[in-house]
């Protein structure tokens, strides 16, 4: 139907956007989508599709969100005992021939066997805090950082403004400086909510650099310019080293961390098999 349903100057990770194709799909309906890409190191880069049905992927939301309560449940005083006798007469080779509907009814018929949990579930408080996970101009130029940068805290002011209770923590003091520099109206804003104790500030570090690569005099002055920047604008001083994204990290770290008084260390890519 010769639609332009998705564009991108840039490089665009494909496991964000959702396109819809069609409100309705109907058994013979066609769809031609037609990809230009461009060319990585000498060859077109197609990226990865995957094809998805609302109704289906509702059903395995569902399913999946069920999964994970059972677990949570048999952490339970007695839970164990009450999650395995919910599931007792279910057989799971035929939970693939149910229909969705059936399926659904089962999931909620398993879920109010649950309910004498309740009680115990809820002296459980879980925290949910936003954040921005920013590759400072990986595969783009630096305004492109900018911009994305901008975009972001724009965006989570707006939403504290909207939603008392939202809370929000960044790492990478380089992204503050660039608001500050570029953006004075809206670094103002960040200050405020700062102070209000609803943005945590986790830059201990200027970047959330390479590891493996730097060496540890290297990593030291990125603690040392971090922290200074972020005690002078903000008057913190992060306990949190932020590092979910290095591929690696080095055993001389945490002398590094305690040394420059920093408590914690936040860190995922453990090593094959073990994202953490």
């Known amino acids: 139907d010769e639609r332009k349903v998705f564009f991108a100057p840039h490089w ?5 956007p959702r396109i819809l194709v069609s409100q309705s799909a109907l058994p013979g309906e066609q769809h031609v989508i037609a990809i230009h890409a461009l060319a990585g190191e000498g060859l077109s880069v197609i990226p990865l599709l995957e094809l998805g049905y609302s109704k289906v992927e509702d059903v395995v939301f569902e399913l999946a969100s069920l999964v994970e309560e059972l677990k949570f449940a048999k952490e339970l005083t007695g839970g164990k005992e009450t999650a395995e006798k919910a599931i007792a007469d279910i057989e799971p080779k035929n939970i693939f021939t149910l229909e969705p ?16 949990l309740k009680s115990l579930a809820k002296q459980y408080v879980i925290h949910l805090i936003g954040h921005a996970h920013i590759d400072i101009n990986w595969l783009w130029p630096w305004e492109e ?18 939603y008392p209770d939202f809370c929000f923590s960044q790492s990478q003091a380089v992204t503050y400086k660039t608001v500050e520099e570029r953006f004075p109206q809206l670094f103002k ?5 700062v102070n209000e104790g609803r943005w945590d500030v986790t830059s201990s570090t200027w970047i959330e650099g390479d590891l493996n690569m730097a060496n540890g005099e290297a990593i030291v002055r990125q603690i040392l310019y971090g922290k200074k ?4 604008k903000f008057g913190v001083e992060p306990k949190v080293c932020w590092e979910p994204d290095t591929f690696g990290h080095p055993w001389t770290m945490p002398q590094i961390l305690k040394k420059s008084g920093i408590d914690y260390y936040y860190f995922m890519r453990c090593g094959k098999g073990a994202p953490m």
Request: aromatic fraction near 6%; charged fraction near 35%.
């Open 229 to 232: 920047y972020v005690k002078e």
């Open 12 to 16: 665009a990770d494909f496991r964000s």
């Open 189 to 193: 804003k960040i200050k405020q909510r």
């Open 145 to 162: 950082t900018v911009e994305v940068v901008r975009r972001d805290f724009d965006t989570v002011t707006r939403l504290m403004k909207e």
């Open 101 to 116: 509907s059936k399926l659904l009814t089962t999931a909620n018929q398993v879920r109010n066997s649950l309910i004498p």
